[in-house]
Structures are given as structure tokens and as C-alpha cells.
């Protein structure tokens, strides 16, 4: 509990004493009108503190602007003990809210309690402590067991285990030794390690997701802008009704004024929309949070929503659904060459390439001899068909089956599935490497999720062959594939798919955020998975997860169609209860016990439900 909550405790306390005393003392007249107005002052003095500054800020309905209409004029009508008795509930209330929603923050803030403290650098032969931001890319850091890694960088020295759960909601710890890449925001468990820095600690992994998760609120969902509009017009509107009950009814039928301005003092408590306007918000922030707890951050209430109504979800298949290991499976000769000598000269025109697949064919080159560099001379990359390069004089072509038509090579495909590498030498075709890679291990679990979570259909957007392709999606059950795509073909693809899609529903790409960055930006919803270190996946997607684990989308679509609910839920409920206790209010069936019950009890009680978004698991 906060200084402020206790304070307020305090003050509850001591007027309730004295609120208790007073209504046992037999005062009469303007003494017991004194007695009451001692603890309505103490408990109520910031409310009306409150409601004449937003009169004069031109901020006029308000909630505490109601409250101190509704309990003042119940103070003119004679109703002492009534005016401080709901002025106190008002105020527990208040206090109860603030709890809920502080609590919900904690909650929040320790989730992403990952911002690193201090960084460790050898200076002058001694470690010295310093500020992450005055380390500088290149200088290296020391990391001590049980100490939060500061900034991304390479381990230059040592051997140690990391617990990523705090980016990636897994417990199982990641073991890195001398050259893997470590990243801000992990703990390190059991080894002393030195890293070198590879990124000021302002483009780190860690100030990224703090900066992602902290601007998430500004998003703003369509039922948060819907309540904010909602409660603009509302509030006045009811103090109009209130007005029209205190004076038209006496009017009309003749005397009884007092009681219709107490009926219209009830009418006015009932008004406020607090329940709304607080607990809406909380239940996206609830199920931000709730996901981050998972390693899934989404970077706004609009995505979340948006995230419910996916029908439609089109993944990239390289390291999305497979393992994005390749391995060479076959080298098929078509000419003179020898298979050996096949991949020697494929490894040689694609040495420089970082693509998977390139590198799975300089990997198998290596096992039979690491080729000479200096054999290659000129080497041009073809986008979308592959690499020519000169080697030992003669050019090299090795890329798609584009490319050999692009080269104007008379070839045949290999239509044995798998990915599907073809190869020219002086504009005549020397024959076919293929590679394969498996789907991972969860991909089919994955996607059984995606189906049961309630998305409609499964697409799968490649540029690889359309063999390989379709045999990946016939093990995992894809419903659509489109393969031999390059880039644009993908957006295109997209485009279409968004054409089609129902009114009201949702494309949801996944994709690692790197190669993928147009076809992120242009879905409803762009998901980077596999993310952690990825700056262009955060940068890029609308959602990330941290991990490589695909599950979690459909644990994300789960969170997000729960935090709607809730939010529906906190609807119904306040404007069911509002509008019944403000019928009641009307006809005189109900007091001002009733009214402050439908403002203040409707409201903790949205609110505790909305707080249970932070530990839903989906």
C-alpha cells in the first residue's frame, strides 16, 4: 500500500469514528447539521476541492463534481447521516480502486523488471561499476553469477547458463559459451563470463521491449476510444435527465420538491461512468500483461483486439514452421562434373552469401575439403534468383530455376520435393543439389492450436520450390500454399487475402521479421517470432515472441479473445446495473445507498475482474 492509499485509510478511519459518534449524540437542529459536517469535511474535503477546480478548468461532469452535488444538496435537504455515509462509501471505493489498480501496475512493472542497473568494465586493471549507458560498442563487460546482463553483445570469454524467462516466459535455462550472442535483459545463473558490446545500451533488446511496453497504452483499442467518446456525452446527458426529474415532476403535479431533488441527487450519483473508463483500459493493459508473462508483447490495446477476430493466418515457412536448418540431401549431376566438384564450385560462387541454404552447401563443401578463396573472382548477386560468380575462369550459376531461364540454360527440374538448388557452368546446365528442412518439432501441435483457438484457415507464403513447399504443408496441414515467391509476390499474396477475408475479421502474418518486414507492416496484424535479439522483428511486427515457439500464438489469440470478454463482461454488467438502480433511483424505490452501491461497488467489482487478465495464461 502506497503512502497516499494509508493516508487515506487514515482519513477513513477517523471520519467513520467520528460518523459513528455524532449519529449517537442526541443533537438537534443546526448543532447536529455542525456535529455531521465535521467527518463529511475530513472525508470529503479534496472531493470538493476537486469538483470547483474542474469548474474552473472547464471540466465540469465529472465524477467528483457529482458526488459533491448529490451529497451536498442531500446536506440542504436535511439528510445529514446519508451525505457522510455515502461520501464514505465513495471514498472506500475510491480506495479499493486505487489498490486494484496499483496492484494491476506492480504486476506489470515486475514482469518487466529487466532493466539492467549497472554494467561491470575493466578499467585500470580494476571492474568498475557503471551506468549502461556509458559503455560504449566494443568495450567489454564483465558478468557475474546472479547478475542481469546490461547490454547485447558476444561472449568473448567464459561459459555460463541464462534464464531468458523475463523475455521469454520459458524457465528452461539457454547455455552459451565463447562466441554465442547474449542479450540485455537475461540473468546469468552459474558462469563468470565477459562479453564484448555489440550495441549501445539505447538500441539494446532491453531498452527496445521497455520502450515497446511502456508506449503500449497509447494504442488505444476501439472499445477504449468508444468509452472515452461514450462518457463524454453520457455524464452530461444524465445531469440533463437529473435536472428535468428535480423540476419537471413538481411542475407538473404540484409540490413535493424535495423529494424529486433527492430522487435527482440519486440520479446524479448513479451517473458516474467511472467503471467504465477505468476498468476498459485495465482489462487491455491486464492482457498485455497477462501475455508478457509469456514472452508475447504486443504493442498496443488496437493489436489485442485486433488479435480476436483473426480468421485468416499467413506464415512464412523458413524458420517459421521449419527448423531453417538446411542440409544438403542430394547432389544430382546432369553433365561432366562430379558431385564433389558440383559443390565445390557451388560452395565457392555462394561463400559469401548468408543465406540459409548457401550456407548448408558450403557446410557440406567443407567436409571434403575447404575450397580456396581465391579461385573466385567477380560475383554478382541476382535478387530473388540466386548468385553468378567466376571461379577458375569459368561462370558459375547457382540459384532457382528463374535463374536458369534467366541465363537462358536448357535444364530439368527435380521433382523430387525438397528445396531445389540449380546449377550452370558456362550457360549449360551441370545438374541439381538439393537440401531439406524439417518442420520443427511443435509446428503441427502448433497449428492444431491455431484451428482449435478458432482460425479459419492456414496459409503458407514461400520462395521455395513448389515440391518443398508442398511437402512441408502436407505434414503439418496447411489448407493453402503459394510457393516460388519472391518479396513483393508475398505482399501481393496478402493483398489478395485481405480482399477476401470477412467484414470485421482479421489477416494475422507471421513471419521472423527480418526478411519479412513489408509483409509485417502490410497485415491487419504482423507477428515476429523467434524475435529475441531481432531488432527489424520489433521494429517491424505489431506482436513478438521472444522465443521460437509458434504455441504461443495461439496462447496470444486465446489471451486476447478473454481480454474482450472481460471487457464485455464490464460493460454489460456497469451499464445493467446503471441503468436499472437509475430507473429505480427515478421512480423512488431505491436511496442513495443504492446509487453510490451502482457507482462505486460496479466499479471495484469491473475492476477486479479486469485484473484478472494479468494472470490469465490463455
Keep these: 500500500m502506497t503512502k497516499k492509499q494509508k493516508k487515506m485509510r487514515k482519513r477513513i478511519l477517523?471520519?467513520?469514528?467520528?460518523?459513528?459518534?455524532?449519529?449517537?449524540?442526541?443533537?438537534?437542529?443546526?448543532?447536529?447539521?455542525?456535529?455531521?459536517?465535521?467527518?463529511?469535511?475530513?472525508?470529503?474535503?479534496?472531493?470538493?476541492?476537486?469538483?470547483?477546480?474542474?469548474?474552473?478548468?472547464?471540466?465540469?461532469?465529472?465524477?467528483?463534481?457529482?458526488?459533491?452535488?448529490?451529497?451536498?444538496?442531500?446536506?440542504?435537504?436535511?439528510?445529514?447521516?446519508?451525505?457522510?455515509?455515502v461520501m464514505l462509501f465513495y471514498q472506500v471505493g475510491e480506495l479499493f480502486q486505487s489498490y486494484a489498480v496499483g496492484k494491476s501496475r506492480q504486476s506489470i512493472a515486475s514482469l518487466m523488471d529487466i532493466r539492467p542497473d549497472y554494467a561491470n568494465v575493466m578499467r585500470d586493471g580494476t571492474l568498475e561499476q557503471v551506468d549502461p549507458d556509458e559503455v560504449a560498442v566494443g568495450d567489454e563487460i564483465v558478468i557475474q553469477p546472479g547478475e542481469r546482463v546490461p547490454l547485447d553483445g558476444v561472449v568473448v570469454e567464459g561459459r555460463t547458463s541464462l534464464d531468458t524467462a523475463a523475455l521469454t516466459g520459458e524457465s528452461l535455462p539457454r547455455a552459451v559459451e565463447t562466441g554465442d550472442e547474449v542479450i540485455s535483459g537475461c540473468v546469468n545463473l552459474d558462469g563468470l563470463v565477459t562479453v564484448r558490446v555489440t550495441k549501445p545500451y539505447g538500441q539494446s533488446t532491453v531498452a527496445k521491449i521497455l520502450d515497446l511496453v511502456e508506449n503500449s497504452s497509447a494504442k488505444k483499442a476501439r472499445a477504449e476510444n468508444f468509452i472515452t467518446k461514450f462518457a463524454r456525452w453520457y455524464t452530461p446527458a444524465v445531469c440533463a435527465l437529473a435536472l428535468v426529474?428535480?423540476?419537471?415532476?413538481?411542475?407538473?403535479?404540484?409540490?413535493?420538491?424535495?423529494?424529486?431533488?433527492?430522487?435527482?441527487?440519486?440520479?446524479?450519483?448513479?451517473?458516474?461512468?467511472?467503471?467504465?473508463?477505468?476498468s476498459?483500459?485495465?482489462?487491455?493493459?491486464?492482457?498485455?500483461?497477462?501475455?508478457?508473462?509469456?514472452?508475447?508483447?504486443?504493442?498496443?490495446?488496437?493489436?489485442?483486439?485486433?488479435?480476436?477476430?483473426?480468421?485468416?493466418?499467413?506464415?512464412?515457412?523458413?524458420?517459421?514452421?521449419?527448423?531453417?536448418?538446411?542440409?544438403?540431401?542430394?547432389?544430382?549431376?546432369?553433365?561432366?562434373?562430379?558431385?564433389?566438384?558440383?559443390?565445390?564450385?557451388?560452395?565457392?560462387?555462394?561463400?559469401?552469401?548468408?543465406?540459409?541454404?548457401?550456407?548448408?552447401?558450403?557446410?557440406?563443401?567443407?567436409?571434403?575439403?575447404?575450397?580456396?578463396?581465391?579461385r573466385v573472382g567477380e560475383v554478382q548477386e541476382l535478387a530473388g534468383l540466386g548468385v553468378r560468380a567466376v571461379v577458375d575462369g569459368r561462370t558459375v550459376a547457382v540459384g532457382n530455376g528463374r535463374l536458369m531461364e534467366h541465363e537462358n540454360v536448357r535444364w530439368t527440374a527435380d521433382e523430387h520435393g525438397?528445396?531445389?538448388?540449380?546449377?550452370?557452368?558456362?550457360?549449360?546446365?551441370?545438374?541439381?543439389?538439393?537440401?531439406?528442412?524439417?518442420?520443427?518439432?511443435?509446428?503441427?501441435?502448433?497449428?492444431?492450436?491455431?484451428?482449435?483457438?478458432?482460425?479459419?484457415?492456414?496459409?503458407?507464403?514461400?520462395?521455395?520450390?513448389?515440391?518443398?513447399?508442398?511437402?512441408?504443408?502436407?505434414?503439418?496441414?496447411?489448407?493453402?500454399?503459394?510457393?516460388?515467391?519472391?518479396?513483393?509476390?508475398?505482399?501481393?499474396?496478402?493483398?489478395?487475402?485481405l480482399a477476401g477475408k470477412k467484414p470485421h475479421r482479421t489477416l494475422v502474418f507471421v513471419g521472423d521479421g527480418i526478411n519479412d518486414a513489408p509483409v509485417l507492416s502490410r497485415a491487419d496484424v504482423g507477428v515476429a517470432m523467434g524475435a529475441m535479439g531481432s531488432d527489424a522483428a520489433i521494429e517491424a511486427a505489431d506482436i513478438v515472441l521472444m522465443d521460437d515457439n509458434l504455441n504461443k500464438l495461439a496462447a496470444a489469440i486465446r489471451i486476447a479473445r478473454q481480454t474482450l470478454r472481460v471487457v464485455n463482461q464490464n460493460i454489460?454488467?456497469?451499464?445493467?446495473?446503471?441503468?436499472?438502480?437509475?430507473?429505480?433511483?427515478?421512480?423512488?424505490?431505491?436511496?442513495?445507498?443504492?446509487?453510490?452501491?451502482?457507482?462505486?461497488?460496479?466499479?471495484?467489482?469491473?475492476?477486479?475482474?479486469?485484473?484478472?487478465?494479468?494472470?490469465?495464461?490463455?
Excluded at 455524532?22 to 470538493?48: S, T
Aim: with cysteine; glycine share 12%; hydrophobic share 55%.
Design 14 to 85: 477517523i471520519a467513520l469514528g467520528l460518523f459513528i459518534l455524532v449519529n449517537l449524540l442526541p443533537l438537534e437542529g443546526v448543532l447536529k447539521l455542525a456535529a455531521f459536517l465535521v467527518p463529511y469535511a475530513i472525508i470529503g474535503h479534496d472531493v470538493l476541492r476537486g469538483a470547483v477546480n474542474g469548474i474552473r478548468n472547464g471540466q465540469v461532469f465529472d465524477e467528483r463534481f457529482l458526488m459533491a452535488i448529490a451529497t451536498v444538496g442531500a446536506l440542504i435537504l436535511g439528510e445529514y447521516s446519508e451525505a457522510v455515509a
Design 245 to 278: 426529474l428535480a423540476v419537471l415532476p413538481p411542475l407538473v403535479l404540484g409540490g413535493g420538491w424535495s423529494m424529486w431533488i433527492y430522487r435527482a441527487l440519486n440520479f446524479l450519483v448513479v451517473s458516474c461512468p467511472c467503471a467504465l473508463v477505468i
Design 280 to 374: 476498459i483500459p485495465l482489462s487491455f493493459f491486464g492482457g498485455i500483461g497477462g501475455a508478457s508473462r509469456q514472452g508475447i508483447l504486443v504493442k498496443g490495446g488496437n493489436y489485442l483486439e485486433a488479435l480476436a477476430d483473426a480468421e485468416i493466418v499467413v506464415m512464412d515457412k523458413t524458420g517459421t514452421l521449419t527448423e531453417g536448418r538446411f542440409t544438403v540431401a542430394q547432389v544430382q549431376a546432369a553433365g561432366a562434373l562430379q558431385p564433389a566438384e558440383m559443390l565445390e564450385l557451388a560452395a565457392l560462387a555462394e561463400q559469401h552469401s548468408s543465406h540459409p541454404v548457401a550456407r548448408s552447401i558450403c557446410e557440406a563443401a567443407e567436409q571434403q575439403g575447404r575450397p580456396d578463396p581465391a
Design 418 to 497: 525438397g528445396t531445389v538448388v540449380y546449377m550452370a557452368v558456362d550457360g549449360n546446365f551441370a545438374g541439381a543439389i538439393r537440401v531439406e528442412d524439417s518442420p520443427k518439432a511443435n509446428a503441427q501441435e502448433a497449428l492444431r492450436g491455431l484451428k482449435q483457438a478458432g482460425v479459419q484457415r492456414l496459409v503458407m507464403l514461400t520462395g521455395d520450390a513448389p515440391a518443398a513447399a508442398q511437402a512441408v504443408a502436407g505434414k503439418l496441414g496447411i489448407d493453402e500454399v503459394h510457393a516460388g515467391l519472391l518479396p513483393a509476390d508475398k505482399v501481393e499474396q496478402v493483398e489478395r487475402l
Design 572 to 618: 454489460v454488467f456497469a451499464l445493467g446495473v446503471k441503468g436499472l438502480v437509475l430507473a429505480l433511483c427515478a421512480l423512488g424505490v431505491v436511496g442513495m445507498w443504492a446509487a453510490v452501491f451502482a457507482d462505486v461497488g460496479v466499479a471495484v467489482i469491473a475492476i477486479l475482474n479486469a485484473s484478472r487478465m494479468l494472470n490469465y495464461r490463455g
